[in-house]
Every structure is written in structure tokens, then in C-alpha cells.
């Protein structure tokens, strides 16, 4: 087929992307980050035996990464690409993508017909997004959490969809006195959180219930709540009237509420298509999908004022973009 190198040459960067896109998500599955971080070169028949792994299908993984320059192969020597750190630190995302929502994805040329999207048809790994998610917390967003945490008073902290549990075990090591409650939709987040909660022996005070963030209410273990969290998934509160009415409720169903630290992803209208930057679009496009409206950072400010909430203080992050921890007070605390 003459020119065939060439002739789809746009095709073929994508194709061979979207293999290298699965090779990272997998690379983390089998420790290969963390192995190439502790050695600066791995012999690939001697992991493949190490692993008890199939060494002709490592090898075309490490292929899929050597696309992407994560990792360089020299016959049967590894070592790190000129990306590696790149993608150790994003990989959390890319699990995200591939694993969390890969069912969802799968499905789009389905989904977007209105008459399949009808009843639970909505397909995604709420386990691994949850482990996903606490992946991007640990490499992105604990730096600028903890230092919004400094100077706050509390002694009794909740955190609405506490996925792995990994801010409310956060603030139980780091204050022996708090105690915390998380709530989650999702079995298979709580299962995740239950685990990494006894794993660090704080079984008796950190608890986490399988429950609808919007119904707070319903929850006697909230009622002493001083400092309320929500990480990445102000979204789901939507519509904005709904989203009203929760934070208004919030205000009056924990009367002891001090700090409400919301962080989101919003929806950035003036973003343009080829220069969407990383998780954008894959964000974006997981939550149309199914339906869920991503409103702007401005449309947030609004809801603020009109339930009774003040921004004070507000952290943006360069990654995932279009992120922002939003520190709140009650208005009439003042």
C-alpha cells in the first residue's frame, strides 16, 4: 500500500495516542511507576518473570509508553522516558479516564440518542474512580487543602462525597481530637474509604455512611458538624435551584457549621477547543454524557450570595484545570 506511513498520518497519531492513553492507566496497574522510580533501569524478562507476567505483552505495553515517551526500550532494557514524570504524576487521571468511566465512553455512540438514556444507564467504576480520585488529591490538590486548613477551628469535620476517605483520615492524623464523618452514594467508595480507615487504625474516629449528600438531614452523625468538605463534586448538587435549597439547608440542618470548603471543577465558557488542557475534556464530556450540567465559576458565585454563603477566601488550580477550592462562611455568622 504505497504512502500508507503517511497517508493517515493524523489517524495514526490519534489510534496509537488512545493505546498509550490504556498503556499508562495499566502501568500503574502493574507498579511499573513505582518500580521505575526506585531503579533507575529494569531487565524486561526479569521482570516479566519477577511478576510472573506474559513477557510478549509487557513488552508491547512498554511499547504503547515508549509512544508517549514514557519510558525509553533498549532490547531488553527499560529505563525512564523523557515524560516519565509527567505521567506518574497524571497517571491518577488517565485511571480516571480509562477504568472509571471507560464503560461510559464506550457507550457514547449509544448515549447520546435520547432513547437510550433511560433508567440506569448511566456505567462507571465508582471503585476506581474513587482510587483515581485520591490519586489526583495526593499528587495535585493536599498541598493547597492543607493550607487552607491552617487557622480554621473545628473539632468535628464531615466531607460530602468522601469517595476513599482519604481528607477525613487526613484530618484525623493530623489532629488527634477531631473526629469526622464522611457520606458517599457509592458502595464501592465506601468500601475503599472502610478499608483505608482501618488500615491507619482510626476506626473510632473516622465514619463513613453509604448516603445522598442532599439529604443531610436524614443523618443524626452530621448534626455536630463545624467544618463541612466537599471535593469534586459540587456538580452533582445541580440544578442550580436544587443547589440553592441544599445550601440553604445545610445552614439550618448543621447549626454548628463554621467552614463549608467547597472545591469543583467548573466550566470555563471562553476555553477553545485545540487548546483544552488536561482532564478538560474528558471531564466535560463524561458529565453531558450523563446528563450532569457543569456550571461556570461565576454561576457558583451566585448560588453563594443567594443561599446565604460568602466566598472569604479562593485557591485555582492549574491542574486539573478549571479547579477551585472555594473557602465559604455562613453571612449572617459575621
Known amino acids: 500500500m504505497s504512502g500508507g506511513a503517511t497517508e493517515f498520518a493524523k489517524s495514526a497519531q490519534l489510534f496509537n495516542s488512545s493505546i498509550a492513553t490504556w498503556a499508562v492507566s495499566a502501568a500503574w496497574d502493574i507498579d511499573l511507576f513505582q518500580a521505575l522510580t526506585e531503579a533507575d533501569e529494569i531487565d524486561i524478562p526479569w521482570y516479566a518473570k519477577k511478576e510472573e507476567m506474559d513477557e510478549p505483552s509487557l513488552r508491547y505495553l512498554l511499547r504503547a509508553l ?86 480554621l477551628d473545628f473539632s468535628v469535620a464531615a466531607d460530602l462525597g468522601c469517595g476513599s476517605g482519604e481528607r477525613l483520615i487526613q484530618l484525623a492524623k493530623r489532629d488527634p481530637s477531631v473526629t469526622c464523618v464522611g457520606l458517599d452514594i457509592a458502595a464501592g467508595a465506601i468500601e475503599v474509604g472502610t478499608a483505608a480507615v482501618a488500615a491507619g487504625g482510626l476506626q473510632d474516629r473516622v465514619t463513613l455512611i453509604r448516603g445522598d449528600a442532599r439529604k443531610l438531614g436524614e443523618y443524626e452523625a452530621f448534626k455536630d458538624v463545624e467544618l463541612m468538605t466537599s471535593f469534586l463534586m459540587g456538580h452533582d448538587f445541580w440544578p442550580r435551584e436544587q443547589c440553592v435549597e441544599l445550601f440553604r439547608g445545610i445552614r439550618t440542618q448543621l447549626p454548628n457549621l463554621k467552614h463549608f470548603v467547597l472545591c469543583d471543577t467548573h466550566r470555563n465558557a471562553d476555553d477553545e477547543t485545540p487548546d483544552l488542557p488536561l482532564f478538560t475534556m474528558g471531564f466535560e464530556t463524561a458529565h453531558a454524557l450523563m446528563g450532569q450540567y457543569i456550571p461556570t465559576r461565576e454561576e457558583w458565585y451566585s448560588v453563594f450570595e443567594e443561599s446565604g454563603w460568602k466566598c472569604v477566601k479562593q485557591h485555582v488550580y492549574s491542574t486539573p484545570a478549571n479547579t477551585v477550592i472555594f473557602q465559604l462562611e455562613r453571612v449572617d455568622s459575621e
Open 66 to 151: 515508549s509512544y508517549a515517551d514514557v519510558v525509553k526500550v533498549d532490547v531488553d532494557r527499560v529505563t525512564r522516558g523523557d515524560t516519565f514524570e509527567e505521567f506518574a504524576q497524571s497517571k491518577g487521571l488517565f485511571q480516571w479516564l480509562t477504568k472509571g468511566y471507560g464503560s461510559l465512553f464506550q457507550r457514547m455512540g449509544e448515549v447520546v440518542y435520547d432513547k437510550h438514556r433511560t433508567g440506569d444507564y448511566i456505567r462507571r467504576d465508582s471503585t476506581a474512580v474513587s482510587i483515581a480520585c485520591r490519586d489526583a488529591n495526593d499528587v495535585f490538590m493536599d498541598a493547597a487543602f492543607t493550607d487552607v486548613l491552617n487557622g
